[in-house]
């Protein structure tokens, strides 16, 4: 009957019986006192710049030997001007207001009891991310400005580089009141760990899956604690017959080319078909200057001699690259069904000067951005004043979008009375 | 090849093939179009009393045939000033100023951007839940209310009471310009098809189980789809030293014996050490006279000679029924610290003349309600002025504590510009 040691277990054990003591003296702390230890972590890193850049080196190192692509290696990568970046974002989310305690409502109730409804923090989060170490002090400065504990889970190539940062953090909270458990990182590489973790919805409140789909699918898949998805965006730009065509061929090029490896970048355009002789053919002469492959429905097709058909699936695949689908819809009603269908309920936008036709866009297009006349880009914590951002949600329950420090808190309602009871 | 004709997953196709069109259009219908959709429903349940009660009646004669207990039969017998009842929480329901289209929070951002946070609806909202027949009543009226399309599975005790009120809902609803299928029933009483229908995360985006332990587990071992919890309470009072006895004798009897069968009523109750010898026997001699057993801890069982001595089971039991454990505590802190360990993080709270010490405790008390000084009964969406709750979440994520339209809906971001791209 002797049980069997495993270490993956054991590992996880030892995460879970500490991190709910820690979030709990995180959530009881001061602001001051979160904010002192932020910027005692910031301190921390600056001290140990030298040891973080070459545990980097190794990270560096091995990705060549495992022949990484030169996106992963420079995702990867650390220098100093990196590293004063990372803790420059530390101090901004140090800097945002104070999300704990904050009264989202108040009002008088039955019997003349004061209700409040007072934001308070989630408890324990888990980050699972993939390769690039600046998430990791991103989410821990995240999740400690907003009274939480975290335990951070990196990828198997940024290995070193996650180790140096938390020990790091964890000196910088030696020095302050907060206990060091309140960031905590998964040692063990082992992928058979992740599932044992998910399991102990007792010890965790969160998990926010970063990464490719493949590990947010797996993380959906196994985990009994709630997930807040951060997934794929197929966003899109639908170009109305009262759109202005240079607005919209500045709003197109920076949506798809200004970076397009990005979620909120465009993977669709659509076009009315009022304008698709007039505006089509300048619209593709400036995508395909700027190295834009385009694939076009059979309408569009005719415009664009350099085009491909598009096929059915392209309409919703998340290109991360330098192509673009382009369909001819009829109006906007067609433009929204078209999106609500297709898109991934991310991020979009109309391009029109009619301001009927915009707010009938932004109220039936049902995604967790939508916007009129403007580049969908624009979809980011940072961009929407939120500080930092852990992800943007591409759940619909408890945070939708852009998820800063307000999102990883909750709520509960404080009650105050001279002695009611019920009746 | 021929492929088994599975009835179970025909019903959840059948379902779900039309619950997302529907809901879209329910989310897309003005304020006064829910509005009139919820007033016709009021007027058909209205018009087919005398069939809703004929199958209520059928219902009734299988629970004596199966020997149902009487508080079961109580719970789903009804009759016309009950059905009154139902009707007149169904208008309240549609009385509540319309939650879709509310603007959260609005701001500047980056580029002059106007950004609003706007409330919409959440989607497809499945409701799974026991015998009364009221719940399916109040459920598909917030659902409508707050833009949602809803497919409701109630329990094989009210199968006939259940058809026959959303006969009558349906009914309302082709009177309206709503669709029909935005308020289905769940037809197959099988048990087995409720893990196909929970597979369905395209179909439905929020799972809400109303019931005992074992359904509210059963939905959350199997649903891919989002569940908020409507689980137990384990609520206590703690009686600080400078507390009023005859406020804290009003509040606890409140707390436990006006109804003791429901989540906010009190299973603990932990006393200041400092008054154990001054307060607890009047406490005690109050509740003895009301016919609630005591179950004590070892401080306190010398006071109280009539009671059982506590086991450690005790601290963490819904008892919902006339049992009270009784625990001795230090002070404040040890109260916080008790509170949080053994109890169910859902309604707690402090009696004392104290403010200090009432705020130390409302703040470090980890619960969906906290109290100064009144009764934890008050936990409850029409209490708290929400109008009707589709139950009292018991999760941190999304909503916590009663839940109501507001809760029923999830946001977008609306962002206005003039041309703006992203630099």
Chains 1, 2 share one sequence.
């Not at 789909?213 to 998805?229: A, H, Q, Y």
């Not at 397009?260 to 465009?266: K, L, M, Q, Y």
Request: aromatic share 2%; proline share 4%.
């Amino acid at each position: 009957m002797s049980e069997v040691t495993n270490p993956l277990r054991e590992e996880v054990d030892r995460l879970c019986s500490v991190s709910r003591p820690a979030a709990a003296a995180v959530a009881a702390a001061s602001d001051s006192d979160r904010v002192a230890a932020l910027e005692a972590c910031a301190q921390a890193i600056e001290a140990d710049v030298s040891s973080i850049l070459s545990a980097n080196a190794k990270d560096l190192s091995e990705a060549a030997a495992n022949h990484l692509s030169s996106a992963m290696v420079d995702r990867l990568k650390l220098d100093e001007r990196r590293l004063a970046s990372i803790v420059a974002d530390l101090r901004a989310v140090a800097s945002q207001p104070d999300p704990v305690g904050r009264i989202r409502e108040q009002r008088l109730i039955s019997q003349g009891l004061r209700l409040e409804k007072v934001s308070v923090p989630l408890g324990v989060i888990a980050v699972i991310f993939e390769s690039r170490p600046n998430v990791t002090v991103d989410c821990a400065a995240l999740c400690l400005r907003s009274g939480n504990g975290c335990i951070l889970r990196g990828g198997r190539e940024a290995v070193h580089s996650n180790r140096a940062l938390v020990t790091a953090l964890r000196k910088g909270l030696a020095n302050s009141s907060l206990p060091v458990d309140s960031v905590q990182l998964v040692m063990e590489q082992d992928r058979a760990l992740v599932p044992l973790l998910l399991a102990r919805d007792d010890a965790i409140d969160l998990v926010i899956p970063r990464g490719g789909e493949g590990l947010i699918r797996s993380v959906c898949e196994v985990s009994r604690i709630p997930v807040v998805k951060h997934d794929k965006g197929v966003c899109s730009l639908y170009v109305h017959r009262e759109a202005d065509l240079a607005m919209a061929i500045e709003l197109i090029l920076n949506a798809k080319v200004q970076r397009p490896g990005v979620c909120n970048a465009i993977e669709n355009l659509l076009i009315d078909a009022a304008i698709l002789e007039s505006h089509l053919p300048a619209i593709a002469k400036a995508l395909l200057a700027a190295g834009v492959e385009l694939r076009c429905d059979e309408r569009c097709l005719p415009m664009v001699p350099e085009a491909k058909p598009a096929s059915e699936e392209d309409w919703g695949t998340e290109y991360l690259d330098l192509i673009l689908s382009i369909a001819c819809v009829d109006d906007v009603d067609d433009a929204i069904v078209f999106t609500n269908h297709h898109g991934s309920h991310h991020s979009d936008g109309i391009i029109t000067g009619n301001a009927m036709i915009a707010e009938r866009y932004l109220r039936l297009v049902d995604s967790a951005a939508v916007y009129h006349n403007a580049s969908t880009r624009f979809t980011d914590g940072g961009q929407f004043g939120l500080g930092a951002e852990v992800g943007i949600s591409t759940n619909r329950l408890h945070a939708r979008g852009p998820m800063g420090i307000e999102e990883l808190c909750t709520y509960k309602f404080v009650v105050r009375g001279e002695g009611q009871a019920r009746t």
